[in-house]
C-alpha cells in the first residue's frame, strides 16, 4: 500500500505527487495524535525517562540519572534534558516510577525542582518515597504509592500497574491506555518463579 502511494500510476507523474503529499499529510497526523519522547535511556545505561503526550496531557515514565564516564571531569551525575518539560510543564498530569533503583529514579529531586508544582502526581512504589525525603521534596507534590493490579487516571491516560520481578523489590511495569491504544513499558524484569514476592504476572501480559 505504502509502495504504490508512493509510485503512483505510470501513466502519469502528477498523480503521484498527489499520493505522496496524501501519505505525507496521513504520516503527520498520525505523529500529532501520540507522542512518545524517550529523553533518555536509549543506547545508554540508565538515565531512563520517557515522556508521553496527547494532546494537552502529558506524562512521565521513571525519571533517572546517568553516571559519568572517565571523560566527565569533576561531573558527579548526568540527568536528562528537561527544556521540553519545562517549556510545556502546564501539560504535565503525573510521574509513574517502575522501581527504584538510581538510574530510574536518581534524577526525580532536581526535575521537581524545574518543574515545582506543575503537577500534582507522583504514583510511586513505596521504595521509592525516601529519595524525595532526603531532599525534603515529600511535600511539595501529592506521592501515591500504588500496588501491582491497581490502575490511575492521570488526563486521558489511564496507568495499570502490572508486577515484574527484578533484582529490587516493588518493581513493576506499565499498561498504559491512551486514546489511540495500549502501550506497554516494561521497566526493568527477569523472570524469576522463585521470587519472594512471586513471579512475574506473565499472565497479565497475555
Request: with cysteine; proline share 3%; charged share 25%.
Amino acid at each position: 500500500i505504502f509502495a504504490r502511494y508512493l509510485r503512483g500510476p505510470h501513466k502519469s507523474r502528477k498523480p503521484d505527487r498527489q499520493n505522496h503529499e496524501f501519505l505525507k499529510r496521513g504520516i503527520y497526523n498520525l505523529a500529532e495524535k501520540l507522542k512518545i519522547i524517550p529523553l533518555g535511556g536509549l543506547n545508554e545505561i540508565g538515565k531512563n525517562m520517557t515522556v508521553l503526550e496527547y494532546g494537552k496531557d502529558i506524562i512521565i515514565v521513571d525519571c533517572g540519572l546517568g553516571f559519568p564516564d572517565e571523560e566527565m571531569y569533576g561531573v558527579d551525575l548526568v540527568i536528562a534534558d528537561m527544556t521540553y518539560l519545562v517549556k510545556n510543564k502546564d501539560k504535565i498530569r503525573g510521574m509513574f516510577l517502575t522501581h527504584g533503583h538510581e538510574d530510574h529514579i536518581g534524577s526525580l529531586p532536581y526535575v521537581l525542582q524545574q518543574i515545582k508544582g506543575t503537577f500534582s502526581t507522583v504514583a510511586v512504589m513505596a521504595s521509592t518515597v525516601l529519595k524525595l525525603e532526603e531532599h525534603q521534596l515529600q511535600n511539595t507534590v501529592h506521592l501515591f504509592t500504588h500496588e501491582a493490579g491497581e490502575k490511575v487516571k492521570a488526563g486521558c491516560f489511564t496507568v495499570e500497574f502490572i508486577h515484574v520481578n527484578h533484582s529490587i523489590a516493588d518493581a513493576v511495569a506499565f499498561a498504559i491506555k491512551t486514546p489511540v491504544g495500549t502501550i506497554v513499558m516494561t521497566g526493568d524484569f527477569k523472570i524469576d518463579a522463585t521470587a519472594e514476592d512471586g513471579m512475574i504476572d506473565l499472565a497479565r501480559f497475555g
